[in-house]
């Protein structure tokens, strides 16, 4: 345990001297213009920057235009015809049947509910 | 305000244009750099503050005002308003008291205080501690400290293995913290007399 704090001393008076170097040995140079190092390093450092928000933001874009654009109008209207011929089918079996018109009513509801169940999910 | 950028559109300002960017921040670094450096006389936190200033234009571009003002007095209020962060930060501290050569006994325990960077007595001290190293030991941390260069590229310049170049900036370092230790004591019994 001894030995891990003395090394941990040692590691950290070393970078500790490092630092401290860098930021004396840096006023012996010139204090009215930036080093050409650290110029180029920032101005790549921002450019790195700007290019990786501009590609995020475009993958954000491009992501709620395919759910708006493609999947959801896509299922939507399937789900759409799908209610129209499920109750168009129900009134067609009610007549053939010579069904209760209760019957009918109760199969175009069920056909309804499904429908906002879907509406519903697509909401949340 | 660069010509340039004063004829294109804002919206590639607001939007990230690289090319305006690398136009606008190869003017911006050395105007903020010269700001900060007459407040105060510090190159390591005047590199800090325009970093920090830099990164902060360009997170918070999206609310740029082209009505309110050009890019350069927009960067410039900013650049002021970390002015004011620094100043209020260093006020809420203690000031360093005591002299030079307690802060150089403790170089490599405790950081040097930036006020004590600005003092004009340690520029002399870190010329006169530098001065005295070898020719090749002084051209080696100037190239890894000021020029930002690692041991491979420093064997490049020095013609020497990149081996040989570590064990130099080794041998550099520590005769640096002893010439630094000397010269801060000379310099406070040279004012004591």
Redesign the interface.
């Given at each position: 345990m001894k030995r891990e704090n003395d090394n941990s001393f040692y590691y950290n008076s070393i970078i500790l001297l490092d630092k401290n170097l860098a930021r004396l040995v840096k006023l012996t140079c010139d204090p009215d213009k930036p080093t050409e190092a650290f110029t180029q390093s920032l101005t790549s450092n921002v450019l790195g920057e700007i290019k990786r928000s501009v590609e995020a933001n475009k993958r954000t874009r491009e992501n709620i235009l395919v759910k708006v654009s493609w999947l959801d109008k896509a299922v939507g209207w399937a789900a759409m015809s799908a209610a129209a011929c499920a109750a168009g089918l129900a009134f067609v079996v009610a007549a053939l049947l010579k069904l209760n018109s209760c019957l009918a009513v109760m199969a175009i509801m069920t056909v309804f509910a499904n429908w906002l169940n879907y509406l519903g999910g697509l909401i949340l | 305000m660069p010509e340039g950028l004063e004829q294109r559109s804002w919206l590639g300002f607001a939007?990230?244009d690289?090319e305006i960017?690398?136009e606008f921040?190869?003017q911006q670094?050395?105007r903020l750099?010269?700001l900060f450096?007459k407040r105060w006389?510090?190159?390591?936190l005047?590199?800090e503050l325009?970093?920090k200033t830099?990164?902060d234009a360009?997170?918070g571009r999206g609310s740029y005002d082209p009505s309110k003002g050009s890019p350069e007095e927009w960067i410039l209020g900013i650049a002021r308003n970390n002015i004011s962060l620094e100043a209020r930060k260093r006020a809420s501290r203690p000031s360093p008291n005591g002299d030079i050569s307690s802060y150089f006994a403790a170089?490599?325990?405790?950081?040097?205080p930036d006020e004590v960077?600005e003092r004009q007595e340690?520029?002399l001290i870190?010329?006169s501690a530098?001065s005295r190293l070898e020719p090749k030991e002084q051209t080696a941390?100037?190239a890894?400290?000021?020029?930002?260069?690692d041991a491979r590229d420093i064997s490049r310049q020095m013609n020497v293995t990149e081996k040989a170049v570590h064990s130099m900036l080794y041998r550099a370092?520590i005769s640096?913290?002893q010439e630094?230790k000397r010269a801060a004591i000379q310099d406070v019994e040279g004012q004591r007399l």
């Open positions: - | 939007e990230g690289a960017w690398r921040i190869s670094i050395p750099y010269g450096v006389l510090n190159p390591s005047a590199e325009v970093q830099v990164f360009v997170r170089i490599d325990t405790r950081p040097l960077l340690t520029t870190v010329r530098m941390l100037k890894k400290y000021i020029e930002g260069l370092r640096l913290r630094l």
